[in-house]
């Protein structure tokens, strides 16, 4: 069985960081698309950042390049998202997702798994 599990959001004021961390389990980690959405009160759930973990590319939305960076450490099956310079408009639900043959990396219904989510929340 497929799980994964988020954790590392909270509250934080505008222009401080946050690292936000996806255990992964029930599947083969290193064969997998995994990505960050989120979404906030109201809107439509959106592509934060992905990473195809066979090759390590990584991908970003425009409204956080420069600003997050997604990684991986394939030993621990973890997935993480280092958050910088953070917006009021960063505050949202954060969810993890994997899937195995995504095209393109920001549709979200390409994504089999998701995590519960970890609420950020950016003070101005």
């Known amino acids: 069985q497929v799980q994964l599990v988020e954790s590392g959001g909270g509250s934080v004021q505008a222009g401080g960081s946050l690292r936000l961390s996806c255990a992964a389990s029930g599947y083969t980690y290193n064969s997998y698309c995994m990505a960050w959405f989120r979404q906030a009160p109201g809107k439509e759930r959106e592509a934060v950042a992905a990473i195809y973990t066979i090759e390590g590319t990584s991908y970003y939305a425009d409204s956080v390049k420069g600003r997050f960076t997604i990684s991986q450490d394939n030993a621990k099956n973890t997935l993480y998202l280092q958050m910088n310079s953070l917006k009021p408009e960063d505050t949202a639900m954060y969810y993890c997702?994997?899937?195995?043959?995504?095209?393109?990396?920001?549709?979200?219904?390409?994504?089999?798994?998701w995590g519960q989510g970890t609420q950020v929340t950016v003070s101005s």
């Open positions: 997702a994997a899937g195995p043959r995504v095209v393109p990396w920001y549709d979200v219904y390409e994504y089999n798994y």
